[in-house]
């Protein structure tokens, strides 16, 4: 397993870590797919385009629409009360698994780029990647 570090810079942010994955790919061996997974409640892991960065604001912007800030939210933790951020990650998800072709390399589409999702930031977070044999 590999892990790669990043800083994030807003509450709510998909960040492009497909180089990041590729190199920790490459340096991990031959293997039929890689995880990729984030081990936090407020952050997230998905595959979406890569070509245009306002699509990811976008993204991250609608989820801040899909769940509600003013909702009567209940839970409250060392964080503040962001069980919004919590909601988020769930529905995004913490993993995704990518199928590695012949030469090892991602068999990501043309369009495709992997991305962390901040919806609890500024933070440090981590995302680990491993080959899957
Ligand atoms: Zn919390």
Redesign the pocket.
């Known amino acids: 397993m590999q892990t790669i570090a990043v800083r994030t810079e807003r509450r709510s942010q998909l960040i492009d870590i497909t180089r990041e994955v590729r190199e920790a790919v490459a340096g991990s061996g031959s293997g039929a797919a890689v995880l990729v997974y984030v081990p936090h409640?407020?952050a997230a892991v998905t595959i979406n385009e890569h070509i245009n960065p306002e699509l990811l604001d976008d993204l991250a912007d609608g989820m801040e629409r899909v769940v509600g800030d003013s909702w009567p939210w209940r839970?409250?933790?060392?964080?503040?009360?962001?069980?919004p951020?919590?909601l988020r990650s769930s529905l995004v998800g913490i993993h995704v698994i990518v199928p590695l072709q012949g030469d090892g390399t991602l068999a990501l589409g043309t369009y495709q780029g992997i991305f962390l999702c901040e919806f609890?930031g500024p933070r440090d977070r981590v995302v680990h990647v491993c080959v899957l044999q």
């Open positions: 409640t407020t839970h409250d933790d060392a964080d503040g009360p962001n069980g951020s919590h609890d």
